[in-house]
């Protein structure tokens, strides 16, 4: 049974940094394309970050691009969004998801239609 389960949110000031993890069972995320969205309230869920298993490639959104590391740990079976210079903008609820496919290309590897299987989600708040 696929499950991913999110951690790491938090309350932190603008400027400052968060990692969030997306640990998964019932399948190794190195196989797997891993995406992360958020969605804030009022808004639809978006694409952050994803990463393709075939070669490690990995797509960002514009608006962290520069800002947002994904990258994964195989002995741990988990994938990372490491998080800086955090804006209020940033605040949402950050969701890893996967869809059992390898190879992961644009626009599709940022849209929540392209996956299947989802996290209960962590809340980022970013807020002096």
């Known amino acids: 049974q696929v499950q991913l389960v999110e951690s790491g949110g938090g309350l932190v000031q603008p400027g400052g940094s968060l990692r969030l993890s997306c640990t998964a069972s019932?399948?190794?995320?190195?196989?797997?394309?891993i995406g992360w969205f958020r969605q804030a309230p009022g808004k639809e869920r978006e694409g952050v970050s994803c990463?393709?298993?075939?070669?490690?490639?990995?797509y960002y959104a514009d608006s962290v691009k520069g800002r947002f590391t994904i990258s994964r740990d195989k002995a741990k079976n988990t994938v990372y969004l490491q998080m800086n210079s955090l804006k209020p903008e940033d605040t949402a609820i950050y969701y890893c998801?996967?869809?059992?496919?390898?190879?992961?290309?644009?626009?599709?590897?940022?849209?929540?239609?392209?996956?299947?299987?989802w996290g209960q989600g962590t809340q980022v708040t970013v807020s002096s």
């Open positions: 998801a996967t869809n059992g496919r390898q190879v992961a290309t644009m626009p599709a590897a940022l849209s929540p239609k392209w996956y299947d299987y």
């Open positions: 019932g399948f190794t995320t190195d196989y797997y394309v």
């Open positions: 990463i393709s298993s075939s070669d490690g490639t990995t």
